[in-house]
């Protein structure tokens, strides 16, 4: 099958790229105290090099005390962090690329080294990290407004930096997506309730800060998804009209395109359809959507922490879904991770030098 649909431009508010093809965020903790390094600016360059239409970032820590809980993981504020953020972009940007940060907060979720604890408190919506499993304390309103403004801070800061556009991260169960969660948001303030319209207001007011911050004109993407780190088979909506209600608030506040993660982008989302869920997103909403999810291999990337290899697969269903316009957008991540060069060999219909994914790439900033 042609590969045509992945190499249409796109362009969308102020958003313009070259192809369909998103370098999807993933978390490598090569920034030793929080700051990117000549090692991390080569990377990104790399894949830029490769022709990637847009770069997502790792997710990067926001100005609140305990929003990472890697000390290796890169944070998105102070100046000798957003120096080195500089030097990232600039490389990309020689390179011919475009990039969006990734602003996150990961919420109630243990470190990562024992060793290492951040220096403040865990920021929570109810106290807890998983239904029924106590963590941390609820955030006070003080807390919640100041979460509010460190987003915001971070998105000024890409677009001071000269970064394409900026995606917010609100999925996999991190803080925002903890709000949306019924399982771990039990608060009965305006932050709460036992609807998803209630509990979107947290990512809501978010988003409508940092609109305010950066302009009309600058794109904010957001990721989602159903599922959680804590409960692979959650749903939040378990229906059209439930997706509906969640999303309408967040679009309403200045979303411009929905990263809608699924662990297989193949499987439809809703029964009676085939329209996975970036394609059901854009239904409800309007937007663009990027979807992603295993695209261009065997297995999926839960399984890849697990040692679990994958080898290259057909890209047919992908382009079938990009021709019908179900999504606008994929986002590729093990395949890129493996080889900066992947979208420049199915491009030249050099799938036969297509690598198979190793998990010892995780190890390497290859």
Known sequence: MAFDALFRPFNFRGLSLPNRVVMAPMTRSFSPHGVVSEEVAQ???????????????EGTGVDRPASLNDPNVPRFHGEKELAGWRHVVDEVHAAGGLMA???????????????????????????????????????????????????????????????????????????????????????EDAYGGKSLPGRARFAADIVRAVRAAVGPEFPILLRISQWKQQDFAVKLAKTPRELEDWLKPLVDAGVDILHCSQRRFWEPEFEGSDLNFAGWAKKVTGLPTISVGSVGLTGEFIAAYGGESSQPASLDELIRRLDREEFDLVAVGRALLQDPQWLAKVRDGRTDELMAFDRSAFATMS
Do not use: C
């Open 43 to 57: 990377y990104y360059r790399r894949r830029s090099e490769g022709q990637v239409g847009l770069i997502i970032s």
């Open 101 to 187: 940060p990734q602003l996150w907060h990961v919420g109630a979720v243990r470190t990562r080294e024992k060793s290492w604890e951040p220096p403040g408190a865990y920021d929570t919506p109810s106290g807890l990290s998983r239904p029924e499993k106590t963590f941390g304390e609820p955030m006070s309103a003080e807390a919640i407004a100041d979460a509010v403004r460190a987003f915001a801070d971070g998105a000024l800061a890409a677009k001071s930096l000269k970064f394409d556009a900026v995606e917010l991260h609100g999925a996999h169960g991190y803080l925002i997506d903890q709000f949306f969660w019924e399982g771990t948001n039990r608060r």
